[in-house]
């Protein structure tokens, strides 16, 4: 893992991307006494902002300390998965093929390995399913795992939105395959729900529960999706662990006499993998990270592959071609990017231009988050897809005097403003307008 962690930050050296700025940002306009969704216009979770405010209040805006957190929630899930698979014999032996698969499969694509929602999201995904092991595998009649099943799904979603496809996850295979009883999918139910009436009852108390519910949980699919990656890279990107993963079902099946439990847990898996899937309708960054969730069910099927093949040359090319293949198609894919500059506006370039806002207070109305670099942000309106979403449908006068004193109370001094947005709306306010100049896309504050 050191090894081909290296090869990506220190020979590679890819781009900061733009969603860890945004995150970077999160976590300084929180240490500053701002409130999530009310006073930062965002949709990253609740729990997410909590932790990069932390990272912030530790080590101020360090790359290097969130891609080291990054890798302790990877090394995390890939110890627990290969425990989980050993614990309840998923395979006829006590192995590490699991754990190999899995440090492998995270060096898919460079932003598997950052801090992301997604990553600490799906941990807790991953704990989930180790209860759902237990339920199936002891068939318990006690309530503890059924209740941590919930409760760590309910995590999951706190953290990361599109996690919440997991609910009918956890009802599906809950009474199919785990057999639970009315009783338990209460249990389970009240379990998920609890963190995110905790949530609701923090907001609430802070006067920010419309602002919550309305800018993370009602998000999900109304604003515009952020097109980081083109669909067709992230199948180039995803295809050979796809490929890996329909070879260790069908091979698996066919060359094993699987017990009843491992039934099971293959059926446990196959659900997982339609739903974490299937929970990238609701992302709005489309990008190769968000993906992350897949590693259970792909670490499980691929060493299924390779713990069913007897010891011999269809063995050994297999192992050396995941080896080889998977990390080789990453490392080529992010080179030709890098070097045709073609991550578009998923990384960020910072140039000449962007001086404009050295060391001032800025609002970047724009996918070019350059102009962050050596800059502070102001004003609430961080996420740009939403702020434009939200200052285009002003109509009418609350709105207006809202978003008025939004800007008013924290001015910036630059105003970058690439789509008119700004332009639009200071024609709805001309006392807010008299204090600009214009030169170009960009809006100086005006020395009184």
Known sequence: MLILSGIYWFVLNPPVLQPEIIWLLIGERMSEGKMMYRDILDDSGPF?????????????????????????????????????????????????????????????????LILSPALMGSTFIVFALGQLFSQTVLQKEGSDS?????IFLGIAACFHFPLVFFLPYMIIVGIIISGF????????LSGYFLPILICSVYYFWKDALPDFVSKYILTARTADIYVHVRLRDIFILYASPILFSFLGLFLGAILRSLTVNQQKQVQLMMFFFVFAAASFLLTNRRAPY????????????????????????LNNGLSVAF??????????????????????????????????????????????????????????????????????????????SLAYK???????????????VFEAFLEKVPVLKEKFQKTGKYYLLQKP
């Open 146 to 150: 059924v209740l941590l099943t919930g």
């Open 290 to 313: 968000q993906f992350i969730i897949m590693l259970a069910p792909f670490t499980y099927f691929i060493s299924m592959l390779f713990l069913s093949l007897k010891k011999g040359n």
């Open 406 to 420: 939004n800007i008013s109370n924290d001015l910036p001094e630059v105003v970058v403003d690439e789509d008119g």
């Open 181 to 188: 009883t009315f009783r338990q999918l209460l249990i389970s």
């Open 323 to 400: 080896l080889i293949l998977v990390p080789l198609v990453g490392l080529g894919w992010l080179t030709v990017k890098t070097l045709k500059e073609d991550l578009g506006d998923y990384g960020v370039y910072p140039s000449g231009q962007h001086r404009i806002t050295e060391n001032k207070k800025v609002l970047v109305l724009s996918d070019d988050l350059a102009y962050y670099e050596n800059a502070k942000q102001a004003t609430p309106y961080l996420n740009y897809h939403l702020t434009r979403e939200l200052l285009n449908s002003i109509d009418n006068l609350h709105e207006i």
């Open 48 to 112: 997410s902002a909590a932790v990069f405010w932390g990272l912030y209040l530790l080590f101020g805006k360090s790359l290097l300390a969130n891609k080291i957190l990054a890798a302790l929630f990877l090394l995390l899930q890939i110890t627990y998965i290969n425990y989980l698979f050993n614990q309840y014999k998923s395979f006829e032996e006590t192995t590490y093929v699991p754990a190999f698969v899995g440090v492998i499969l995270v060096h898919l694509s460079f932003d598997l």
